[in-house]
């Protein structure tokens, strides 16, 4: 006799396969943007021009971000930023908001999710062209 699934079950393994999938997508993005010759790192920063800061900090705030790295790191959670070796690219650092929004489910469109790592490069990494 075969075991069914119920339907939400299905539902909710689906979607943290479809979770985990997307944040090895994104962070394997940025380490191939982060292994690129070093003029297509010079150009990085480009990937933020046009960017919606306002949605940004909008989406910061809604999403809560600053409570989750503190909780996550201590103090503010501002040490969090520019871990040893790890975000050393504007790719490498939208890379990263994509993994968050696909960990923690946030479902935010490309737009949204540029829009949140350029108000962190505004912010707090300052990477340029």
């Not at 070796?85 to 696909?102: F, I, K």
């Not at 490309?110 to 340029?128: G, Q």
């Amino acid at each position: 006799m075969q075991r069914q699934h119920i339907p939400e079950v299905q539902a909710a393994t689906r979607s943290r396969q479809v979770g985990w999938r997307l944040a090895l997508g994104a962070l394997l993005l940025g380490l191939i943007v982060a292994l690129l010759p070093h003029a297509a790192q010079a150009q990085g920063a480009a990937i933020f021009r046009g960017a919606d800061l306002a949605l940004g900090e909008q989406l910061i705030r809604e999403h809560q971000c600053a409570q989750c790295h503190a909780s996550r790191v201590g103090g503010d959670g501002s040490s969090i930023f520019r871990p040893a070796g790890r975000v050393n690219t504007a790719g490498l650092l939208r890379g990263m908001v994509e993994q968050c929004n696909a960990t923690l489910n946030f479902q935010m469109f490309p737009e949204e999710v540029t829009a949140v790592a350029a108000v962190l490069n505004r912010d707090h990494y300052k990477f340029t062209d």
